[in-house]
């Protein structure tokens, strides 16, 4: 929260600082400008799955808790 804050801040005083010399970049373009600034990341196979499997564990569990949750809703809607 307080680098988006800090973000902000920066933009915000850039914008005022370049007035009407400031570009109104959309988010796609702020995106398209940042990927070809900031350096790339290199990724192996090993952390490529490291966080396949994070994500298939973190979505398992988000389906078990929902279906537990449905389950008893239909649960007290047919008593």
């Not at 940042?34 to 994500?55: C, I, N, Q, S, T």
């Not at 808790?65 to 649960?75: C, I, P, Q």
Request: proline residues 4%.
């Amino acid at each position: 929260m307080t680098l988006c804050i800090l973000a902000h801040f920066s933009l915000v005083r850039l914008q005022v600082r370049l007035r009407d010399k400031a570009p109104a970049l959309t988010l796609p373009q702020a995106k398209l400008l940042l990927m070809g600034v900031l350096p790339k990341r290199e990724f192996d196979a090993d952390w490529v799955l490291e966080v396949l499997g994070y994500h298939q564990r973190r979505n398992h569990a988000a389906y078990i808790s929902h279906r537990k949750r449905r389950l008893a809703d239909l649960n007290r809607t047919e008593q």
